[in-house]
């Protein structure tokens, strides 16, 4: 009877710290890495939708990451695992995020490097040598200009 009461306690303490671990995983809206918590904090407090932004920007963390960073790689000699990759990619739907990823990458200290789709044998748009913001616009499909009269 002790043994099955202790095994049951032991067994409700586990499940219960892996339920809270997993609640406190699950509660943050986009995974980061050390170091791009303040990029992504920046994000977050500076964008309208959060919600977009979890779903826009990832860190290697995310598991989304590589097949992201990886879709438009035009030379496969940057596919090997230690090739250079950004801090943060962000793939914005609309102008209003991609200039808030201006501001928080100046802000934080990242370098930036567009990904529009084009051909980019060399791999400047995808990997560098300093911590950098990768803007990928291979999802946007226009921008509306404003003109003053």
Known sequence: MKKSLLSSSVFLLVLTLSFSNSWATSSSLVDVTPGTENFVRCMQSNSDNVTSISQLVFTPVNASFIPVWQVAVQNTRFLKPSTPKPSVIVT????????????????????????????????????????????DFTKMRSIDEFRRK
């Open 92 to 135: 914005p739907m609309d102008e209003t995020l991609i200039q808030t990823a201006l501001f928080c990458a100046k802000k934080h200290g990242y370098e930036i490097r567009i990904r529009s789709g084009g051909h980019d044998y060399e791999g400047l748009s995808y990997t560098a040598d300093v911590p950098f913001v990768m803007l």
